[in-house]
């Protein structure tokens, strides 16, 4: 008798089912994982150019300063001031930078921290 049983194509079918299954989950998983990837560059991008704007055009100024970019991006940093000594020519501020993105119950977040030299503090 030449070619296949019934049985025989069936389990056939059943192993390629199997197979594209697993594939389609690799593929849609690297989709996921390019996207999130670009939301993470793009997120240190922002958060670089705002803070190289922190001292510049934006007050080098104890406290904490927000905004949005873009609709999708929220940034918030924390300035503080670190007392090396006191009476000194210039004060070295902390700088504490968060950018965050997503939905409120699977948010995203960069955070970055530099140091910036200001006008001494009174």
């Keep these: 008798m030449r070619g296949f049983s019934l049985l025989e194509v069936l389990v056939a079918f059943a192993i390629l089912a199997l197979t594209l299954g697993v594939l389609l989950n690799i593929f849609s998983g690297g989709l996921r994982n390019l996207g999130d990837g670009q939301h993470y560059t793009r997120a240190v991008l922002d958060a670089q150019s705002k803070l190289a704007e922190i001292g510049v055009s934006q007050p080098l100024a104890p406290g904490e ?50 140091l910036k030299i200001g006008p001494p503090t009174s």
């Design 65 to 114: 300063i927000s905004g949005e970019i873009d609709d999708v991006y929220r940034w918030s940093a924390r300035i503080s001031p670190l007392v090396l000594s006191p009476g000194g020519l210039a004060t070295l501020y902390q700088v504490d930078l968060t950018v965050k993105w997503g939905e409120a119950n699977a948010a995203r977040a960069v955070r970055l921290q530099t």
